[in-house]
């Protein structure tokens, strides 16, 4: 442990129950800046322990959230949106008075919903959302560079102690991220256009070209760098965590498909039609967005994501070539 | 030029028409390699011709595409696929007597019908189509490497030449690219999957984003982090370039958006029903996809596509850890 942030008082007892791509990113964060005197890392999966005692991401490796979280006085759960419920049930009567409990779900109204009512009274619960991830699952994938420049959105339910928001978003900043506040309600729908059903449609796209006829998936798989593969990026995430995404913010996803369909028969009747000026003025009008998000600092203005090293196919003619 | 590309036997001027990204790739890599005795480039654009002069693309920089391919012994036009007719007219009478004469479209089928037609007997069309590229365009934006280890599929019509088809092919593994060859009418199926649906469908995610009232362009690009941004990239490609691309592929697009949708409505429905086992089922399946793009080389294994060196956003709070 480093001497801690400046500026940041460390949390006595850190616990970090579920212990996957984000969880292990906090721990590691955590423990380079100094957040936490000591860091516990809950997880009912015996192997993801082990991996996590090799790893040597935490003071302390447990399988029993109920205990690890008694003394704690900052409780982060960071497993899929529908397990939250059962989990602040079983940990609720053991917090400490005075403990913060947060999250790290990408759906926030179910997770208010699901994990205020087990909270007894003296608990403050601030929700985060940590807007960033790979496609990698496990304890392995993390590093604690993962929310650097990233946005961690913050939704406290009405009432909350406004000093536990204020020490979750120090917590969050620093870790590197940017922090926002906002409702619920209004993450979930922002997300699900950011977020959730850009992922359903990598699914689906990714899911209709392996179920061709007449292209096989070997041609799939060859001519994937003509856009298709930039989708299977998204379509590798967490399957579990991503279900319980769509099942949790069904409405707003729902909602925000509706309109990715509506805008999407328009494109196929502008292509039906041959109504060329239609499409390229879309065409022009994307762009733009791209543009803001990498002067933003969220995307590389480097061609093609900056993907290099891709390693030589088997019998690549030159595969010397490859840089 | 260099010494000449093992086994490959240089063409004495081989014409480049239009000189964009794709275009201008070419001239390096043909240069790089020694694929040709004397480089022409044909733009028709005159701030083009002033930058691929600048950049010193080629040997003899022209606007007149009619004069330039007399005495070529290789032609590739490398236009918007809806100019190719145009040009090909416009050409035609003048190419010398065993010219072999390539492209580079998106499409096959609609080449093969506007091209074809204008060649005078004695000349070989080799249409070709290298599934390569980035998000970039215009002449500053081609590297010599853009074709290493990429596919690019040839699809001479009946009857063609079997010599021009192996040279072509020859002039394509020089460039390090791999050579497959099928119909034009597979082609164009198997690039709307692989290609043409996923811009079409991100062009409009990006759009659908856009176009939000509740959810402000700020906020899509401050969390674009969560899955958003991977589909601007091919939402930024050039709109002249893709207009054509659905206009003249038009049945195969629709199809292939047709089998989008019906699985994109079975998806909506699982959400709408809470069936978590049919939605975890498809993201678990899609998982392999990207495992055998990554093992065929066409996709970098690092997590992010290796995304680094994201300039930090101003005000953010650490800017000095990113990596």
Redesign the interface.
Known sequence: MSAGKPGFTPFKRLVIIGVGLIGSSIARAARKHGLAEEIVAVDRDADVRARVTALGLADRVTGDASKAVVEADHVILCVPVMANGALAAAIGPHLAKGAIVSDVG?VKGSVVRDVAPHLPKGIAFVPAHP??????SGPE?GFA?LF????S?LTPPEGTDEAATARIRAFW?AM???V?IMTPE?HD???A????????????????????E??T?S???????????????????D??M???V??TN?DA??E??G???E??LA??R???W?D?DG??E????????????IA???????????????????G????E???
């Open positions: 990408s807007v960033a991830g790979t496609e990698h994938a560079e650097v420049n990233r946005w959105i900043e590197g991220a940017n926002e209004h729908l922002v997300l256009i950011t977020s959730h059903v850009p992922h359903l449609i990598a699914y689906n796209i990714v899911g209709t070209a392996a179920d061709m007449k292209v998936q041609e799939v798989i060859k001519f994937s760098a003509g856009g298709f593969r930039d989708f299977t990026r998204i379509a590798a995430s399957p579990t991503w279900r319980d769509f099942l069904k996803v729902l925000m498909l309109r990715f369909n805008d999407l494109l196929q502008m292509i039906r041959g060329g499409l390229h879309l065409f022009t009008r994307t762009r733009t967005i791209r543009r803001g998000i933003s600092g969220q995307e590389t203005p480097a061609p093609d994501f900056g993907r290099r090293s891709i390693p030589p196919a088997p690549n003619v030159e595969p070539k490859i840089r």
